[in-house]
Nanobody, 126 residues
Framework: QVTLVESGGGLVQAGGSLRLSCTAS????????MAWFRRAPGKAREFVAG????????YYLDSVKGRFTISRDNAKNTVFLQMNSLKPEDTAEYYC???????????????????WGPGIQVTVSS
C-alpha cells in the first residue's frame, strides 16, 4: 500500500505561485495514475489535475488550464502541482490521490481513487 503526503501549501497573494509536492512511500508510484483534488469551504471535493502513470498524458479542470501544471518524477516517487496566477477562488484544501486501476482514460471522480494524502491548505488572498 502506498502512503501519500502533501507539502508546499500556504498563504499567497492573488497572482502569485505555489508548488505542491506529493511524496509517496511504501510502494513506487510508477504503477499508479495520480491526481490532485481540492475542496473549497462549503463545496464538494473536485478534480483539479491528473497524470497517467507513464507521464504521457495530463488532464485539468477547465478553470485551471493554462495556470496549473501537473508533473511526476517516478524516480523520486513524487508528483508536483505547479500553480501560477493564483486566484482567491483557488483557496481550498488540496489532496493528492492515487489509483492502481488500469483504465482507458484517466478517471476524475473521487470514488475512482483509493489512496489519499491528508491534504494541505492553500489560501489565496485578494
Amino acid at each position: 500500500q502506498v502512503t501519500l503526503v502533501e507539502s508546499g501549501g500556504g498563504l499567497v497573494q492573488a497572482g502569485g505561485s505555489l508548488r505542491l509536492s506529493c511524496t509517496a512511500s511504501g510502494r513506487t508510484i510508477s504503477s499508479y495514475d495520480m491526481a490532485w483534488f481540492r475542496r473549497a469551504p462549503g463545496k464538494a471535493r473536485e478534480f483539479v489535475a491528473g497524470i497517467r502513470r507513464s507521464g504521457s498524458n495530463t488532464y485539468y479542470l477547465d478553470s485551471v488550464k493554462g495556470r496549473f501544471t501537473i508533473s511526476r518524477d517516478n524516480a523520486k516517487n513524487t508528483v508536483f502541482l505547479q500553480m501560477n496566477s493564483l486566484k482567491p477562488e483557488d483557496t481550498a484544501e488540496y489532496y493528492c490521490a492515487a489509483t492502481v486501476a488500469v483504465t482507458i482514460t484517466l478517471r476524475k471522480g473521487v470514488s475512482d481513487y483509493n489512496t489519499w494524502g491528508p491534504g494541505i491548505q492553500v489560501t489565496v488572498s485578494s
